[in-house]
C-alpha cells in the first residue's frame, strides 16, 4: 500500500497514528513493553527500600532516603533505555505496517541486531544535548529564585505588586525553560528512526534528525505534548483509582504495588502512541524533502523486473 506514503498534515499523522495503533495492538504493545516492564521489574525488586526507614533509627534515614533516590534515578534511566530500544523495534514495525505488510514482535526485535549499541548510544546523545539545555534552565531558575527571594525581602518597600511581578517573573522563566529544553529534544527526536532505518552511525544519526526535522519541529514538539498530557490524564485516572483502593488497604507494600501497576498500564497503552508518531514523521518528512514515496516505487519496480524477465523466460 505504497499510496499511504504521501505528506500528510498534522491531523492526519494524528489519525493514521491511532489507526495503526487500533489495528495493530497487540503488535505494538508488546514491542513498547520493554520499558514499563523493565522499569516495574525493578520497581517490584527496590520496593523494601520505600518503607526502610520505618521501625529504624534516626540516623538510617538520611540513607534510606539516598538509597531510594538512586533506586528512582536508576528506575528511570532503564526505563528510558527501553523505550529507546522499543522506540528502534516500533520504527521497523511501523515500516511494515504502514506499506500494508505483516510483521512480529519478535521480528521487529530481530531488525535491530547489531544496532542495540548504537540505539543506546544515540539516546545517550540525544539525552546529553538535552541534558546541556536542561544545566541553562538551572542557571535561569537560580536566578529566578535568587530574584524571587530579593523581590520578597524587599517586598514591604515595593508592595503586593513586587511581590507579583516576582511571582509571575519566576513562572515565565519556568516555562520560556521549559519549552526552550523541549525544543533541543525535538531537533533530535527522529534521530533513533534515523539510526535504525538508514543504518547511520551515533553522530551521523544526531545531524540527520537535524536535518530532517527542520521545519516540523513545532509538529514534533506538538504530538510529543499531546501523548504526554494523554499519558498524564490517564495517569491521574489510574493512580487516582489505585490511591483510592490504598486506602483501604493497611499494608504499605500492597499500596506501593498497586500504584506500581498502575503506572505499569499508563506506560504500557500510552507508550507506543509517540513512538508511532514519530516513526511516521520521519517517513513522513523523507516524503516531502526526499520524495521517498518514488524512491521506495522505483525500488519495488527494480525488484520486480527480474522476477518478471524469468517469468517470461521459463515459459516454454
Not at 494523554?230 to 486506602?247: D, H, K, S
Request: hydrophobic share 55%.
Amino acid at each position: 500500500m505504497t499510496e499511504l506514503l504521501r505528506p500528510m498534515s498534522t491531523g492526519e499523522l494524528m489519525d493514521r497514528t491511532f489507526v495503526l495503533y487500533r489495528k495493530n495492538f497487540r503488535l505494538f504493545v508488546g514491542i513498547a513493553s520493554l520499558g514499563p516492564v523493565s522499569y516495574l521489574l525493578f520497581q517490584l525488586l527496590t520496593i523494601g527500600s520505600a518503607s526502610l526507614g520505618q521501625g529504624t533509627s534516626r540516623g538510617m534515614r538520611p540513607l534510606s532516603m539516598a538509597s531510594a533516590g538512586l533506586g528512582v534515578v536508576a528506575a528511570f534511566l532503564l526505563l528510558l533505555v527501553g523505550w529507546a530500544i522499543s522506540q528502534a523495534a516500533t520504527v521497523k514495525a511501523v515500516a511494515s505496517v504502514h506499506l500494508g505488510q505483516s510483521t512480529t514482535i519478535l521480528e521487529a526485535y530481530r531488525s535491530l541486531r547489531g544496532r542495540i549499541l548504537r540505539v543506546i548510544g544515540v539516546f545517550v546523545c540525544m539525552s546529553l544535548l538535552a541534558g546541556l539545555a536542561a544545566m541553562g534552565a538551572v542557571v535561569l531558575l537560580t536566578i529566578a529564585i535568587m530574584i524571587v527571594k530579593y523581590m520578597s525581602l524587599i517586598g514591604p518597600i515595593l508592595g503586593r505588586a513586587g511581590q507579583i511581578f516576582a511571582i509571575v517573573f519566576g513562572f515565565i522563566t519556568v516555562i520560556v525553560v521549559s519549552i526552550a529544553a523541549m525544543m533541543v529534544w525535538v531537533r533530535y527526536a527522529l534521530a533513533i528512526a534515523c539510526c535504525v532505518v538508514e543504518d547511520l552511525k551515533v553522530r551521523k544519526s544526531i545531524r540527520r534528525s537535524a536535518a530532517l526535522s527542520k521545519g516540523s519541529r513545532f509538529r514534533v514538539f506538538l504530538i510529543l505534548v499531546v501523548f504526554t498530557l494523554l499519558a498524564i490524564v490517564l495517569g491521574a485516572v489510574l493512580g487516582g483509582l489505585a490511591g483510592g483502593l490504598g486506602v483501604l488497604i493497611p499494608n504499605l507494600t500492597v499500596r506501593l504495588v498497586l500504584l506500581y501497576l498502575a503506572g505499569f498500564i499508563v506506560g504500557l497503552l500510552t507508550g507506543p502512541l509517540a513512538s508511532i508518531a514519530l516513526a511516521l514523521v520521519y517517513y513522513d518528512e523523507r516524503v516531502r524533502k526526499e520524495a521517498f514515496d518514488l524512491q521506495l516505487m522505483m525500488s519495488n519496480l527494480a525488484q520486480e523486473a527480474p522476477l518478471s524477465q524469468a517469468a517470461v523466460t521459463a515459459q516454454p
